[in-house]
């Protein structure tokens, strides 16, 4: 599922694990096979490069309600698939796994504090979700990504039908998404 950021094909990336908990690999190396860049897996974070820091502070845990409101939201129900997460968004994984069984979360440029999890992968990078294109059953940026690039990723990594839900309501709508909804500090779009 996941992509080099770099400008040229898709192939898949080959993952040289060095400590691992269970099945999540906390420390590593990401290779690709086309341009041969090789991305660190450092505390269970795979790190594309140009984020620099922690872009958010720590989160406090959502309420149920959030990630109900979230479930909704999205149109999530059944098992399989991706959801992905960006910035201060990541902190939903754990509410959103507790209401939708068998749904893995990759969670982009996590706030402070934020760990890997068996429901959550985590991955930094600067301006690029690194993921494969129409490969999310939904996207939920925060409010520290709801600008571009990332609402133009978004798009790119949902499934035709999907959500994408947007901490805010001020949203340019990206290109190939129709607007849903917009209100009580959230927008609501649907991939076209």
């Excluded at 845990?61 to 999205?74: H, I, R, Y």
């Excluded at 209401?99 to 690029?128: D, K, M, Q, T």
Aim: proline share 8%; aromatic share 4%; glycine share 14%.
């Amino acid at each position: 599922m996941l992509r080099c950021p770099e400008v040229h094909e898709l192939q898949p990336l080959v993952l040289s694990t060095g400590q691992m908990v269970g099945r999540m690999v906390r420390s590593g190396l990401v290779g690709c096979p086309v341009c041969r860049r090789e991305y660190p897996i450092v505390n269970g974070i795979v790190d594309f490069g140009g984020a620099g820091g922690d872009p958010a502070p720590a989160a406090r845990v959502p309420a149920v309600d959030e990630a109900s409101t979230l479930q909704a939201l999205l149109d999530l129900s059944g098992p399989g698939g991706f959801v992905v997460l960006v910035g201060a968004a990541t902190r939903h994984a754990i509410g959103l796994a507790g209401l939708i069984g068998g749904v893995h979360f990759v969670g982009v440029n996590p706030p402070a504090l934020v760990e890997e999890l068996p429901v959550l992968s985590l991955v930094r990078a600067a301006a690029l979700i690194p993921l494969r294109p129409a490969i999310a059953r939904g996207v939920v940026l925060g409010a520290d990504a709801a600008h571009a690039p990332w609402l133009d990723e978004a798009r790119r990594v949902l499934l035709r039908g999907r959500r994408l839900v947007v901490e805010g309501e001020d949203v340019d709508t990206p290109s190939g998404t129709h607007k849903l909804a917009a209100g009580q500090g959230l927008w609501v779009g649907e991939a076209a």
